[in-house]
Structures are given as structure tokens and as C-alpha cells.
Nanobody
Framework: QVQLVESGGGLVQAGGSLRLSCAAS????????MGWFRQPPGKERECVGV???????TYADSVKGRFTISRDNAKNTLYLQMNSLKPEDTAAYYC?????????????????WGQGTQVTVSS
């Protein structure tokens, strides 16, 4: 199994920045996709973006140009850099993993999940 632990959430003013981290442990995947998801209050869980084994990234339209996904292989950690934050970015943020290099935005395709970290953006 893979264990995922998110950190870095908190309260930030609109226009500010945060960087979320997702530390992974356990048996590594040889080929996998990592994803960031979020769930705003009263809404469905949605995919923020995906990083594939190749290093290619894709993002939801709502965060394009503002959020960046990266990975530090030496630290076995995934990151989500969030800039120009808006109140509508307020949500619980989750990282997830699948052994398949699919690049899928569907949360049902992901096998492993972190516990979540709360991001609140004030106006």
C-alpha cells in the first residue's frame, strides 16, 4: 500500500499563495499518476490537476494559470503551488494516487488518498 499525508493548508487572504505538500510512503509504484482533488463546502469532489509518470501535468480550467503541480522524487513528496487564491478556492484538498499512468480526472480511478488539508481563502 501507499500512504499519503497532506500538509500546508491554512487561512490566507484573497490574492495570496499557499503550497500544499503530500508526503508518500510505502511500496512505490513503478508507473503511476498523482492527482490533487478538492471538495468545497456543499459541492462534489473535483480534480484540480494530475501529474503523470512522464512528468506531464494537466489542470482543471478553474485553476489554470494559478496552480502548479510538481514532485520532488528525492523527498517522495508531491506539491501543489497555489497562487492568486480566490474565495472560491476554499475547500478541503486531497492528494491521491493510482498505479496506472492514466492522467484521469475521475476520483473513482484513484486507489490511495490522503486525509485532506483545509484551505480557507478570505475576501
Amino acid at each position: 500500500q501507499v500512504q499519503l499525508v497532506e500538509s500546508g493548508g491554512g487561512l490566507v487572504q484573497a490574492g495570496g499563495s499557499l503550497r500544499l505538500s503530500c508526503a508518500a510512503s510505502g511500496h512505490p509504484f513503478s508507473t503511476y499518476t498523482m492527482g490533487w482533488f478538492r471538495q468545497p463546502p456543499g459541492k462534489e469532489r473535483e480534480c484540480v490537476g494530475v501529474l503523470r509518470w512522464s512528468g506531464a501535468t494537466t489542470y482543471a480550467d478553474s485553476v489554470k494559470g494559478r496552480f502548479t503541480i510538481s514532485r520532488d522524487n528525492a523527498k517522495n513528496t508531491l506539491y501543489l503551488q497555489m497562487n492568486s487564491l480566490k474565495p472560491e478556492d476554499t475547500a478541503a484538498y486531497y492528494c491521491a494516487a493510482t498505479a496506472h499512468d492514466t492522467g484521469s480526472f475521475y476520483y473513482t480511478q484513484y486507489d490511495y488518498w490522503g486525509q485532506g488539508t483545509q484551505v480557507t481563502v478570505s475576501s
